[in-house]
């Protein structure tokens, strides 16, 4: 028999053992992936221990020796030469059929291995969706670069002089903090005092001032910005006169008052520069408010539910169709008059009143029923002192802004302030500070525009 007819016969005999196992395998139930069954490939391989591919390629290798051993007897010398040839080209075949059973087992295995897991997720795209940055904007006036520590946290509310010889007021046309909002509003004699408004009690003037007593009216219009009530004095309740000690205890203000204040961190002082009476000369420091809210354990961030959130527009726009280049407000029969004049250079309304020029973005009137009540045996005097007393009851006003002014209703609801206009339809102010006239309008306040010719 030649060599590569026994080649042939081996070769045949190893592709029936193996159809054999195919058919085998064939009839059982498909259950796993390709995966399982590499693995499972390996399992047996490592199972069957002696009765591997590997025996059964060298047990048919005896089958055919044995067979023909007598053959290989009778050979001569020459024969036995050619007999050992032939046992070697058997077994170099062997080796072969080994080597490749091997490598496609490992090749499979490494293939189940590196093959990603199937999910129902649809392919990612390239394209990326690119959102605008977040504006960290000022509460009170609706402009951006605010302190993001600020975001969310309550405001401070400063009761200021606004006698003759406490002007000009330290603080009230600084360049770099102004106040937000500044409310002015009659007090008693004939006289206006104001309450300054600041959404980051961290960045208030060095000094602000002259700090005077707090007024109940001051006092509940700075809850519907939920503030921090700073004062130097406080009206007291007598006779029929509900004073701001009765206010402060009644709602619970968070407030500081410097006739009651230990001041270990020198929040309050005087400043003499002016040769005027001390009444005129309290101030407070800036830089120290934020150790004296943190000494006293105010709560420091905001009630949403009771913090006025005021609508500005995107970008500046007219707030009415008439024309507004002055405008003049006497809060009662009994008050001077603030003046406002506009400028289209820095689109800034500005008052002179107040011996510094005094620029705002924004004016806004609210007229409000107002009350004269009388309090016997003020300071001991022996006469009585009668204190203007405002209802928060809502009503009518203006806005002005950008040289044009509009009629508005305002009016508290769920505590906090809504404007809006003949309409009904919410007002939105430009973004800068705003001056709120708070006047009365059952006593004579009044407003006048384009009086300046």
Not at 38 to 48: C, F, L, M, S, V
Not at 212 to 241: M, T, V
Not at 316 to 336: D, Y
Request: hydrophobic fraction near 35%; aromatic fraction near 8%; include cysteine.
């Amino acid at each position: 028999m030649s060599n590569q007819n026994e080649i042939d016969d081996i070769l045949n005999e190893l592709k029936s053992k193996r159809e054999e196992q195919s058919s085998t395998k064939s009839a059982e139930p498909v259950k796993h992936s390709d995966f399982d069954i590499n693995q499972r490939n390996i399992a047996d391989i490592k199972a069957q221990g002696e009765h591997n591919n590997f025996d059964i390629i060298t047990d048919s290798f005896d089958n055919k020796r044995e067979s023909r051993k007598k053959d290989d007897e009778i050979h001569t010398s020459g024969g036995k030469s050619g007999g050992n040839k032939k046992k070697a080209i058997i077994i170099a075949v062997a080796v072969i059929l080994v080597v490749a059973i091997a490598v496609g087992v490992i090749f499979a295995v490494a293939k189940s291995k590196s093959k990603e897991p199937e999910t129902t997720t649809a392919p990612a795209t390239t394209a990326q969706t690119t959102k605008a940055p977040v504006k960290i904007v000022n509460p009170l006036t609706g402009e951006d670069s605010f302190n993001a520590n600020a975001v969310g946290k309550r405001p401070v509310a400063c009761v200021v002089e606004n006698a003759q010889a406490a002007r000009p007021q330290w603080g009230i046309a600084d360049n770099t903090n102004p106040p937000d909002i500044i409310l002015e509003g009659e007090v008693e004699g004939g006289e206006t005092r104001m309450l300054w408004f600041y959404a980051d009690y961290t960045s208030l003037p060095d000094q602000i001032g002259p700090i005077r007593s707090a007024r109940p009216p001051f006092i509940r219009f700075s809850e519907l910005f939920d503030s921090i009530f700073i004062h130097w004095g406080q009206s007291s309740s007598r006779d029929n006169y509900v004073g701001a000690d009765s206010v402060f205890r009644n709602d619970n203000v968070d407030h500081i008052n410097q006739m009651a204040y230990s001041d270990s961190v020198g929040l309050f002082g005087r400043d003499s520069s002016r040769g005027v009476s001390s009444e005129h000369t309290g101030v407070l420091y800036g830089d120290k408010l934020a150790a004296a809210i943190e000494k006293a354990e105010f709560r420091t961030d905001v009630n949403k539910n009771s913090f006025t959130q005021f609508k500005f527009n995107e970008g500046e726009k007219a707030v009415g169709t008439a024309s507004c280049t002055s405008f003049a407000l006497t809060f009662s029969s009994s008050t001077r008059t603030r003046d406002w004049s506009y400028s289209s250079e820095d689109k800034m309304y500005h008052s002179t009143d107040y011996q510094t020029d005094v620029a705002r973005k924004n004016l806004l009137v609210l007229y409000d029923n107002t009350e004269y009540i009388a309090k016997s045996n003020y300071k001991g005097s022996g006469r009585a002192e009668i204190y203007c007393d405002y209802k928060l009851a809502g009503g009518s006003g203006k806005l002005a802004s950008l040289g044009t002014v509009t009629d508005i209703i305002w009016s508290v609801e769920n505590g906090v302030l809504v404007i809006k206009d003949a309409n009904g339809a919410e007002v939105k102010l430009n973004s800068g500070t705003t001056w709120i006239g708070y006047a009365s309008a059952n006593h004579g306040g009044t407003d006048k525009i384009n009086t300046e010719q």
